[in-house]
């Protein structure tokens, strides 16, 4: 009966010892599993931390295109200005071409043209005073009298061959006897030649003195003498 028993009772000291064994493993792998677990859930609240900065990564949204107009319209309020400003300027040209310079009258050769292409000198200080009688009007000195046959500046011969020809204005100052008191070039015809041939004869020529009223008295007047070719081949 003893001998039966010792079996059975083997058997149950040992499935006690198994039991015992079994919990002690579950509670070591329950805190073996456990403990891992706390690093975890420091790294939830980690991710968490780093996640806000995310929205500063949004840019603005850009400005509308629509505020360059207003430089558009100080552009073409700046430009019709100055369209304006050019209306005038066209209309100030025919003004100018309205009003032709007077032309002189070439003389086909080379003595002293008519009255009308010599156009008369400012007088001089003495003779630009004068009352308000109209006995006192002024009146330039004259080449052009019949009476004083002044002669026509000689034609230079090199002047001639080489072909120079052209126009010397000269401004002769004349005294009250009719004497030229001084002459000088006021327009060059552009040959040295040409101009000493011109001032060579004016210096000999006579003159009718300018007239303040029914006296003679000083005063001056310009002289154009023409150097032209096709008077000789006539």
Same mark, same amino acid.
């Given at each position: 009966m %003893?001998? /039966?028993s010792?079996?059975?009772?083997?058997?149950?000291?040992?499935?006690?010892?198994?039991?015992?064994?079994?919990?002690?493993?579950?509670t070591?792998?329950? !805190?073996? *599993?456990?403990?891992?677990?706390?690093?975890? @859930?420091t790294q939830? +609240?980690?991710?968490?931390?780093?996640?806000?900065?995310a929205?500063?990564?949004?840019? $603005?949204?850009? @400005?509308?295109?629509?505020?360059? /107009?207003?430089?558009?319209? =100080?552009?073409q309020?700046? @430009?019709t200005?100055s369209?304006?400003? %050019?209306?005038?300027?066209?209309h100030?040209?025919?003004?100018?071409a309205a009003?032709p310079a007077?032309? +002189?009258?070439?003389?086909?050769?080379?003595?002293?043209p008519a $009255?009308s292409?010599?156009p008369?000198?400012p007088?001089?200080?003495g003779?630009? =005073?004068g009352?308000t009688?109209g006995?006192?009007?002024?009146?330039?000195?004259?080449?052009?009298?019949?009476y004083?046959?002044? $002669?026509?500046?000689?034609?230079?011969?090199? #002047?001639? +061959?080489?072909?120079?020809?052209?126009?010397?204005?000269? =401004?002769?100052?004349?005294?009250? #006897?009719?004497? $030229?008191?001084?002459v000088e070039?006021? +327009? #060059? #015809?552009?040959? *040295? !030649?040409?101009?000493?041939?011109?001032?060579?004869?004016?210096?000999?020529?006579?003159?009718?003195? @300018?007239?303040?009223?029914?006296?003679?008295?000083?005063?001056?007047?310009?002289?154009?003498?023409?150097?032209?070719?096709?008077?000789?081949?006539?």
């Open positions: %003893n001998i /039966k010792s079996p059975v009772a083997t058997a149950g000291t040992l499935l006690l010892h198994g039991v015992l064994l079994l919990a002690l493993w579950q070591a792998t329950s !805190r073996i *599993t456990a403990a891992p677990a706390m690093p975890q @859930a939830v +609240e980690l991710l968490s931390l780093d996640t806000p900065p929205p500063a990564a949004t840019a $603005p949204a850009p @400005a509308p295109a629509t505020p360059q /107009k207003p430089a558009t319209s =100080r552009a309020a700046a @430009a200005p369209r304006q400003e %050019n209306r005038p300027r066209s100030a040209a025919p003004d100018t009003s007077p032309a +002189e009258s070439s003389s086909p050769h080379t003595s002293a $009255p292409s010599a008369a000198a007088a001089a200080p003779s630009q =005073r009352t009688d006995s006192s009007r002024e009146a330039p000195p004259s080449f052009t009298a019949d004083l046959a002044n $002669p026509a500046p000689a034609y230079p011969p090199l #002047s001639q +061959e080489l072909g120079e020809s052209g126009q010397v204005r000269l =401004r002769v100052a004349v005294d009250a #006897s009719g004497a $030229p008191s001084q070039i006021a +327009e #060059s #015809s552009g040959f *040295t !030649r040409l101009d000493r041939a011109a001032l060579s004869a004016v210096k000999r020529w006579r003159f009718v003195p @300018a007239r303040r009223g029914s006296e003679a008295v000083a005063g001056r007047v310009i002289v154009p003498i023409h150097f032209n070719l096709k008077t000789l081949e006539g």
